[in-house]
């Protein structure tokens, strides 16, 4: 991994792909100048990528990729919303934005962050050094939209089921972590994921206060 966390091992030399710093306008597009701050991963994404990047333990090669599963954690999503229904005193309306926040935050994440930014994955950038062993994964990096609607979902889950916050913030620290170590996405595209499904869950939980529960 040594030529991905140095950036000024290829100063010269460019790999495909990537956008060159701003040092240089005569060879980069005007509109690509505002986006190097991001494509750039700055000093706490390379350290923290080269500690959680390293996929190769059976046991924990597994747990990651089912925290990064989108089929498992729909499934529960399912199970939090039937749980919500059930048990939580606001019942059907904490099931309904469980799936509003997880909706909203992806598509926020995926329509209108992720084509603004246009970050590229860690994998794409150096992918001979950067272990991806589920695959790369489509489309741009920032933020991680797993982070994002697990963050929502876990917003919501805690003010609808407090007793059982812990295992909403659980789930989303392990899928967030496992989006790095499986080598998709670096680990300000997880925490901006956070940052946005957080703020999403929290607006509607406001929305919800203001026009059901007067």
């Known amino acids: 991994m040594g030529a991905l966390y140095n950036p000024t091992a290829h100063a010269e030399e460019p790999r495909a ?60 999503a399912a199970i939090a919303a039937i749980y919500l229904w059930v048990k939580s005193p606001h019942r059907a309306l904490a099931a309904v934005l469980l799936w509003a926040a997880i909706g909203a935050a992806d598509l926020l994440s995926v329509r209108v962050v992720k084509p603004e930014v246009a970050r590229v994955r860690p994998c794409k950038v150096d992918p001979a050094r950067v272990p991806h062993p589920l695959g790369c994964g489509s489309g741009q990096s920032f933020p991680s939209t797993h982070a994002s609607d697990t963050a929502a979902a876990a917003v919501v889950f805690s003010w609808a089921a407090p007793r059982l916050s812990a295992v909403g913030i659980v789930l989303t620290l392990l899928v967030g ?5 499986l080598g ?17 869950g929290a607006c509607l939980i406001t929305l919800a206060r203001l026009r059901y529960l007067r």
């Open 184 to 200: 998709v996405h670096w680990p300000t595209d997880v925490m901006a994921g956070w940052a946005l499904g957080a703020a999403v």
């Open 177 to 181: 972590v496992s989006r790095v170590y």
């Open 17 to 76: 792909g990537e956008l060159q710093s701003d040092r240089s306008p005569s060879c980069q597009p005007a509109e690509s100048a505002t986006l190097f701050t991001l494509v750039a991963p700055p000093d706490i994404d390379v350290h923290l990528l080269s500690v959680l990047n390293r996929p190769g333990v059976g046991w924990l090669d597994g747990v990651m990729a089912a925290a990064s599963n989108r089929g498992v954690l729909l499934a529960i």
